[in-house]
């Protein structure tokens, strides 16, 4: 009998040890200001399921993209591009001035 419980119980923990953990839920939006006036490539981290928004000012009009986001706006002198959603997968994002401006990259965990 002691035996089928030490079996049991190593199941138990090994089933345990084996399982996925949940991620942390995102705190808040990830809120950023960019220029594309005065670019800074950089990587930014977000956790799926957050909430992000992004403010763009150029003083040149231009379309700012999300890539695997599929969002678009556009920015003008006076008038910044406001790009608000939620990040639902993994990965890395570009965020673009178009037609060559990157303005930042997002990464997804």
């Known amino acids: 009998m ?21 991620p942390a839920a995102p705190a808040g939006p990830l809120v950023l200001q960019l220029s594309v006036d ?14 992000v928004e992004l403010t763009v000012t150029s003083e040149e009009p231009v379309d700012v993209h999300v890539h695997g ?3 678009l706006a556009k920015a003008e002198s006076g008038k910044p591009a406001s790009l608000k959603f939620t ?7 570009d965020v673009e001035a178009h037609p060559d401006t990157l303005l930042v990259q997002l990464v997804v965990r």
């Open 69 to 71: 986001v599929d969002v």
């Open 87 to 93: 990040v639902d997968r993994t990965g890395t994002f």
């Open 2 to 22: 002691k035996i089928v419980h030490a079996l049991l119980f190593a199941l138990l923990v090994l089933a345990g040890c084996t399982s996925k953990a949940e």
């Open 38 to 51: 005065q670019p800074s490539p950089q990587r930014v981290e977000a956790v799926r399921g957050q909430a």
